[in-house]
């Protein structure tokens, strides 16, 4: 039999259980990864709305290695050379796209160039195709 106590408790312990936010990464706090479609939808001003990608990427620019990048993320080089930018670190694709709708997804690949080791890291990065 469900008591009205057995309710209450079960009101207080789902949300603090299931929602998460409270662990996102300094990156993802900051919009690294995040949709966009101008410089101007990115949370910080070093960062640019890389175009080529389906959805555009706010990814953090002028990197020179992962100690210039919020944690929560990693310098590659992008490989239309258009230089080195700080992109979302994953295990999964679901963790890519918390700020992307369905229809702009990114992908969690290990195929970009890390500029630090690797070290068998993926990163967030949607299609080309921008």
């Known amino acids: 039999m469900i008591t009205s106590r057995m309710l209450l408790w079960s009101a207080l312990l789902v949300p603090a259980l299931g929602c998460?936010?409270?662990?996102?990464?300094?990156?993802?706090?900051?919009?690294?990864?995040s949709e966009c479609t101008t410089r101007d939808d990115c949370e910080e001003d070093a960062q640019e709305?890389?175009?080529?990608?389906?959805?555009?990427?706010?990814?953090?620019?002028?990197?020179?290695?992962?100690?210039?990048?919020?944690?929560?993320?990693?310098?590659v080089t992008e490989e239309d050379g258009l230089g080195n930018f700080c992109f979302l670190?994953?295990?999964?694709?679901?963790?890519?796209?918390?700020?992307r709708s369905v229809e702009n997804e990114s992908n969690c690949v290990s195929s970009l160039t890390f500029v630090d080791d690797d070290a068998g890291r993926k990163v967030c990065r949607p299609p080309h195709g921008g």
């Open 49 to 75: 709305c890389l175009t080529q990608f389906t959805g555009g990427y706010c990814g953090a620019a002028g990197c020179t290695g992962d100690a210039d990048c919020p944690e929560g993320s990693a310098c």
């Open 89 to 99: 670190v994953c295990n999964d694709k679901p963790e890519c796209n918390d700020h």
């Open 20 to 33: 998460g936010g409270d662990d996102d990464s300094e990156a993802e706090r900051r919009g690294i990864g």
